[in-house]
């Protein structure tokens, strides 16, 4: 990038830099234009098929129904005795 653009850039910004400043600005600006161009060439496409690469279906655990706790030994803690968790009002 070149003083003039660095120049026209920080006028529109309404910063004001000494001419070593603007040299210093315009190295940094070049770098990172080189940067940006060096992403550029990076393939972002998507694919599906890639997207679960470390999902293995192996190491799921298997679906098996089991029983469920008695509602008594679920209950027993419960402050109401009419098979229902009271729980605090939240909106009045």
């Not at 070149?2 to 070049?30: C, H, I, N, P, W």
């Not at 089991?66 to 027993?76: C, E, F, N, R």
């Amino acid at each position: 990038m070149d003083l003039d653009m660095v120049r026209y850039l920080s006028q529109l910004g309404r910063l004001s830099f000494t001419d070593e400043e603007l040299e210093k600005m315009a190295e940094d600006m070049t770098g990172i234009i080189e940067i940006m161009d060096t992403i550029k060439e990076i393939d972002v496409t998507y694919e599906p098929i890639k997207d679960n690469h470390n999902v293995y279906l192996n190491d799921l655990r298997k679906d098996i129904s089991a029983d469920s706790y008695p509602t008594a030994q679920i209950l027993q803690n419960a402050v109401n005795s009419e098979d229902a968790f009271v729980v605090p009002k939240v909106v009045e």
